[in-house]
């Protein structure tokens, strides 16, 4: 089946420092999606991409879809203690009606 | 909104015992989708029901089974529950299949 390679698995970084993490794939994705998971919590939706070439912001969250449809990224600027989190990428293939999820990485902010 | 409502929060089973996990949307969303979350692993397809009427199989099925009871709720049933099925689990669901999904908070499983 389709498989998504998430990196960094873990990052380490101090307070309003900018982060960044990316996803890829051997298949190509009609839709990718960025979630964001707080300790004891499901996954919270933040920014989906459904054009080849999108960037798309939301705040300081910043993702794009790469142009090749089988990767994407998604950039953190000036983090802050709250964005501490697991990061999770998707990527939708309409035909298949489910989305892959990515292994995520785990942001730990230091204050 | 509620969203995604699953019961319970957290369960302790004993090996061979069943159970049946519930979840309901009040998002008249079309699709939902059983995951299951293991340290390491990410989230893993279990089920999936893509419209009312319909469910199929995701990346790991064995030992459940699930029923779509109507457009609001799909359960996710245990028959004789495993240490392998020591996880969390969560359920989700979006307006169809082109967009992204709701979660809920999970349910954290534990089989002795």
Redesign the interface.
């Known amino acids: 089946g389709q498989q998504l390679n998430q990196s960094p698995q873990s990052m380490f970084i101090q307070e309003g420092e900018d982060v960044s993490m990316n996803c890829t794939s051997s298949s190509i994705f009609n839709t990718w999606l960025w979630y964001k998971q707080d300790p004891g919590e499901g996954p919270v939706l933040l920014i989906a991409l459904y054009k080849a070439g999108e960037l798309t912001s939301n705040g300081r969250l910043t993702a794009q879809f790469g142009i090749t449809r089988k990767d994407s990224f998604l950039n953190i600027s000036a983090s802050i203690p709250s964005d501490v989190g697991i990061y999770f990428c998707a990527g939708l293939n309409t035909n298949a009606g489910k989305s892959t999820f990515g292994d995520g990485t785990t942001l730990t902010v230091k204050p | 909104n509620a969203g995604?409502t699953q019961t319970p929060k957290f369960q302790v089973l004993k090996t061979g015992q069943s159970m049946t996990l519930q979840c309901a949307q009040d998002m008249n969303h079309n699709?939902m989708?059983w995951?299951r979350q293991d340290p390491?692993?990410?989230?893993r397809?279990i089920y999936?029901s893509?419209s009312e009427g319909t469910t199929?199989k995701?990346?790991v099925p064995n030992g459940y089974n699930v029923s779509r009871l109507n457009k609001r709720e799909f359960s996710l049933r245990l028959e004789s529950a495993a240490p392998s099925q020591t996880s969390v689990y969560?359920c989700?669901s979006s307006e169809n299949?082109?967009?992204?999904?709701?979660?809920?908070?999970?349910t954290r499983l534990t089989v002795v």
Do not use: P, Q
């Not at chain 2, 299949?97 to 999970?106: A, I, L, M, Q, V």
């Open positions: 995604v699709s989708y995951y390491g692993m990410g989230l397809l999936y893509a199929d995701g990346e969560f989700a299949r082109f967009y992204g999904y709701t979660f809920g908070s999970g």
